[in-house]
């Protein structure tokens, strides 16, 4: 069964704004790991947060977690065309099972 | 380097042939293997994962199956395909580290 679930499915902002993703799990995790996959293509790994950390930055991505309500979320700063892509929440869980991604979102930066 | 690829890139299949995608991993030993679909629009959906050679773990009852015949290849196989097996294929490993899955580039297979 899917683990995560972001919000919202589909999301379109302008050039320069700030683009924000939610994701909610339902079970422990190790750690929460956030995508990216542009259109036809494989996915990249963006960013890692570990179940004690409650936030992390990479360059314009900050990312946020919340383990007591079990969520999480991925914030992209100063947004750029570029970064249209479909964003995806991943949980990894203990007793070393697979990850568990969630439908994504569909972010569309307009310039 | 580590490096993933897979082939081939796109695969139109009539319904009821045969299907073979291939997954190599380079520049690592023993890698845990995956193999994800992906619906057009949609989220992903593990198939199959491998821990070692010959040992394959299935997620989803279908008609397709996997196999580990050397460390760093995984191949996912069907005799007969369905319509239902259109998408997009994934094959991922996981690095020692924070650094997730790596994704290879994958392969679209249109069954018509």
């Known amino acids: 069964s899917q683990q995560g679930e972001e919000d919202p499915q589909a999301l379109s902002i302008q050039e320069g704004e700030n683009a924000t993703m939610n994701c909610s799990y339902k079970?422990?995790?190790?750690?929460l790991q956030w995508y990216r996959q542009n259109s036809g293509r494989g996915l990249v790994h963006l960013i890692l947060i570990r179940s004690n950390e409650r936030e992390k930055h990479s360059g314009r991505l900050r990312v946020t977690l919340d383990t007591s309500k079990k969520s999480s979320s991925l914030l992209i700063t100063a947004s750029r065309a570029a970064d249209t892509a479909s964003y995806f929440c991943a949980t990894d869980r203990p007793g070393n099972t697979p990850l568990v991604f969630g439908k994504g979102t569909r972010l569309s930066v307009i310039a | 380097s580590q490096t993933i690829h897979q082939w081939p890139a796109t695969l139109v299949q009539p319904v009821g042939s045969p299907l073979s995608l291939e997954c190599t991993v380079e520049g690592t030993s023993n890698p845990n293997l995956y193999w994800y679909r992906q619906a057009a629009g949609r989220g992903l959906q593990l198939l199959f994962y491998?821990?070692?050679?010959?040992?394959i773990s299935s997620e989803v009852p279908q008609n397709l199956s996997a196999s580990r015949p050397q460390d760093r290849q995984f191949i996912l196989s069907s005799k007969k395909l369905l319509l239902s097996d259109s998408g997009f294929y994934l094959c991922?490993?996981?690095?020692?580290?924070?650094?997730?899955?790596?994704f290879g580039p994958g392969t679209r297979l249109t069954v018509t």
């Open positions: 079970t422990s995790i190790n750690n």
């Open positions: 491998s821990v070692g050679i010959g040992q």
């Open positions: 991922a490993w996981s690095p020692p580290g924070d650094r997730g899955h790596l």
